[in-house]
């Protein structure tokens, strides 16, 4: 039995066994006991920071905004994720995976939850205040679809569109930081990641369809259902193509190309490996997008460093 102090999902670590007890319901609300969604969030904005510094030819700024979107993304994500477990308390009471999460376990109260929601939401703004006007107008308009996001699932068989719309938003950060401004190129990268969000949270989320069905939460992993695969297919493949047509208007080098066909392939082996009847493999095959996503990024960063040569 998975004993109250430690989310159902969430295997040993630092949580677990280093930080102080009192401490410990805290991050977890903030997922720091689960790092990757705070990783998959961050992936697009090092992406958008990586190929505008490329189509800057210069790297000056980029090793500071490299820290600050991870900072950013990390601090951004737990504060998302507490909004989620507030307005999600009774749902999540309800669910095998997320009934021992800190609101509905008794751990944090709704008041507590609330109070650290605008401590992360603090930090977050110091963060933004560190770049441009303009990056940091872009990164407030985000958050009308992170505080609309946890109601999605209530009314729509498609709330994944709206967490890639919130999760992808840091494709257009790193282009807003760096010029100031958003073209064509950052909003086909943004298309680009919204399409990969959806179809790895549909991964994600067939870990909980039954449950779901059972209350009545609304999903892509239940409307694909048996046609997963097929949507995968779609889905990746937008992805892949969108970013494609992303470097070619950066006008990105070969790195960037060979970092994108692995990308594929890695993208490819989730589609093949996938088992939707079998949450650990869901979990293992969504958690793999970090590894995308970083192969990506280095193709990116490796590129941006010849062009600025």
Same mark, same amino acid.
């Given at each position: 039995?998975?004993?109250?102090?430690?989310?159902?999902?969430?295997?040993?670590?630092?949580?677990?066994?280093?930080?102080?007890?009192?401490?410990?319901?805290?991050?977890?609300?903030?997922?720091?006991?689960?790092?990757?969604?705070?990783? @998959?969030? +961050?992936?697009?904005? /090092?992406?958008?920071?990586?190929?505008? $510094?490329?189509?800057?030819? %210069? *790297? #000056?700024?980029l090793?500071?905004?490299?820290?600050?979107?991870?900072?950013?993304?990390?601090?951004?994500?737990?504060?998302?994720?507490?909004?989620?477990?507030?307005?999600?308390?009774?749902?999540?009471?309800?669910?095998?995976?997320?009934?021992?999460?800190?609101?509905?376990?008794?751990?944090?109260?709704?008041?507590?939850?609330?109070?650290?929601?605008?401590a992360?939401?603090l930090?977050?703004?110091?963060?933004?205040?560190?770049?441009?006007?303009?990056?940091?107008?872009?990164?407030?308009?985000?958050?009308?679809?992170?505080?609309?996001?946890?109601?999605?699932?209530?009314?729509?068989?498609?709330?994944?569109?709206? @967490?890639? +719309?919130?999760?992808? /938003?840091?494709?257009?950060?790193?282009? $807003?930081?760096?010029?100031? %401004? *958003? #073209?064509?190129?950052?909003?086909?990268?943004?298309?680009?990641s919204?399409?990969?969000?959806?179809?790895?949270?549909?991964?994600?989320?067939?870990?909980?369809?039954?449950?779901?069905?059972?209350?009545?939460?609304?999903?892509?992993?239940?409307?694909?259902?048996?046609?997963?695969?097929?949507a995968?297919?779609?889905?990746?493949?937008?992805?892949?193509?969108?970013?494609?047509?992303?470097f070619?208007?950066?006008?990105?080098?070969?790195?960037?190309?060979?970092?994108?066909?692995?990308f594929?392939?890695?993208?490819?082996?989730?589609?093949?490996?996938?088992?939707?009847?079998?949450?650990?493999?869901?979990?293992?095959?969504f958690?793999?997008?970090?590894?995308?996503?970083?192969?990506?990024?280095?193709?990116l960063?490796?590129?941006?460093?010849?062009?600025?040569?």
């Amino acid at each position: 039995m998975t004993s109250a102090a430690r989310v159902a999902d969430a295997t040993g670590n630092w949580v677990d066994t280093v930080a102080p007890q009192w401490s410990r319901p805290y991050l977890r609300l903030a997922r720091f006991d689960r790092p990757i969604g705070s990783w @998959l969030l +961050l992936m697009p904005c /090092w992406w958008s920071a990586a190929l505008s $510094a490329g189509v800057a030819h %210069r *790297l #000056d700024r980029l090793p500071v905004d490299l820290l600050l979107f991870f900072v950013g993304a990390f601090v951004m994500r737990g504060a998302g994720c507490t909004w989620n477990d507030i307005t999600d308390r009774d749902l999540d009471a309800k669910v095998e995976r997320t009934r021992s999460r800190p609101i509905p376990a008794g751990q944090v109260s709704v008041r507590a939850a609330l109070i650290f929601l605008v401590a992360q939401a603090l930090v977050g703004l110091v963060v933004l205040l560190q770049f441009n006007r303009f990056a940091i107008a872009t990164g407030i308009a985000s958050l009308l679809i992170v505080a609309i996001y946890p109601f999605m699932k209530r009314i729509t068989w498609w709330p994944q569109i709206v @967490l890639g +719309l919130a999760f992808s /938003w840091g494709a257009l950060m790193g282009f $807003a930081a760096t010029f100031g %401004r *958003l #073209d064509a190129t950052a909003f086909v990268l943004y298309a680009g990641s919204i399409c990969w969000v959806i179809a790895y949270d549909t991964v994600y989320a067939h870990q909980d369809a039954e449950d779901d069905a059972l209350i009545g939460i609304k999903s892509t992993a239940r409307l694909f259902a048996e046609r997963t695969h097929e949507a995968l297919v779609i889905f990746y493949g937008l992805a892949v193509v969108l970013i494609g047509v992303a470097f070619a208007l950066a006008g990105s080098g070969v790195a960037a190309w060979i970092a994108l066909a692995l990308f594929a392939v890695q993208l490819g082996w989730q589609v093949r490996r996938l088992e939707i009847n079998d949450p650990a493999l869901c979990l293992r095959i969504f958690k793999s997008n970090r590894e995308a996503g970083l192969i990506l990024f280095a193709g990116l960063v490796i590129d941006a460093v010849m062009r600025a040569a």
